[in-house]
Antibody
Framework: EVQLVESGGGVVRPGGSLRLSCAASGFTFDDHAMSWVRQAPGKGLEWVSGINWNGGSTGYADSVKGRFTISRDNAKNSLYLQMNRLRAEDSALYYC??????????????WGQGTLVTVSS | EIVLTQSPGTLSLSPGERATLSCRASQSVSSSYLAWYQQKPGQTPRLLIYGISSRATGIPDRFSGSGSGTDFTLTISRLEPEDFAVYYCQQYGNSPLTFGGGTKVEIK
């Protein structure tokens, strides 16, 4: 059974940092690109960042470019999102999502339950 | 970036009725790279349709997708009680990936 379990969320002050993690199991992790998708309370979905199967290619939404960094450790079956210079508008539930393909970010067939990030003073 | 606009914002229908949801893109979506997801309250999104019209594994055939270029449609032929949810379109032909704002299908 495919499982994606996010962790690392919490309350942080504006300008602060957080590192999110996603532990994957039940599938061959390096057969898939991965992404982070967020959803502010009561709002829609927003793609944040994606990474291909070996970490050689990454992409970011304009809203987070230069502040967030996506990475993965295939030996640990884990995906990460380093979030720096956080803003109030980054507050959301952050989902880890499995891409159907290896090579880039396309569409997502499995999603974790999410980890909540709240940026507030 | 490609902006996806979904309409209507809310669709009020009864079980058994047909639902037609629209997704319009600000520019042509490359290579038919459009997907649809369903999200119920407190749940994660569920992939319904990819490549405009291909159903994901386990999705019943009352769900169908159509369209091309900039105009796309998700149709639910006969609404079942479990179909009342929010639906999102997503394009993956251009980076950054973008989602529409969602259409809520509610019980009338």
């Amino acid at each position: 059974e495919v499982q994606l379990v996010e962790s690392g969320g919490g309350v942080v002050r504006p300008g602060g940092s957080l590192r999110l993690s996603c532990a994957a199991s039940g599938f061959t992790f390096d057969d898939h690109a991965m992404s982070w998708v967020r959803q502010a309370p009561g709002k829609g979905l927003e793609w944040v960042s994606g990474i291909n199967w070996n970490g050689g290619s990454t992409g970011y939404a304009d809203s987070v470019k230069g502040r967030f960094t996506i990475s993965r450790d295939n030996a640990k079956n884990s995906l990460y999102l380093q979030m720096n210079r956080l803003r109030a508008e980054d507050s959301a539930l952050y989902y880890c999502a499995r891409d159907v393909y290896r090579t880039g970010w396309y569409y997502f067939d499995y999603w974790g339950q999410g980890t909540l990030v709240t940026v507030s003073s | 970036e490609i902006v996806l606009t979904q309409s209507p914002g809310t669709l009020s229908l009864s079980p058994g009725e047909r639902a037609t949801l629209s997704c319009r893109a600000s520019q042509s979506v490359s290579s038919s790279y459009l997907a649809w997801y369903q999200q119920k309250p407190g749940q994660t999104p569920r992939l319904l349709i990819y490549g405009i019209s291909s159903r994901a594994t386990g999705i019943p055939d009352r769900f169908s997708g159509s369209g091309s270029g900039t105009d796309f449609t998700l149709t639910i032929s006969r609404l079942e009680p479990e179909d009342f949810a929010v639906y999102y379109c997503q394009q993956y032909g251009n980076s950054p990936l973008t989602f529409g704002g969602g259409t809520k299908v509610e019980i009338k």
